[in-house]
């Protein structure tokens, strides 16, 4: 039987290596689209580290003062259905500005 630290251990290490991985691939998305057209790519780079900021602006919902980033997570359910849609900002503005630096780059013929 695994004792509850050894688990807890795991859980930490395999979601670190989620975010780490989930993190990378955004940098090489953002590159990608600053490589493609730089216009789009940067604005949609800035729009994207905004969104992400705001993840970490503290926020009152009720009697709890919390960031979104933790709401989402641990919050009350009343408050965690506003931090839930401010953490799915980030992916996607992030899928927007690839799909539009992509969608400029089309040869039509």
Known sequence: ??????????VLVLSTGTVLATLGGAVVLAWDAIERVPPIGLTGLFLTLVAAGNLLVERQCGLH????????????DACRSGALAAVAVVPLVLLATVLATRASTIVRR
Do not use: D, K, L, Q
């Not at 695994?2 to 688990?7: D, H, N």
């Not at 003062?65 to 009350?76: D, E, L, W």
């Open 1 to 10: 039987m695994v004792s509850y630290e050894v688990a807890a251990i795991a």
């Open 65 to 76: 003062v919390n960031r979104p980033i933790f709401t989402a997570i641990v919050g009350p």
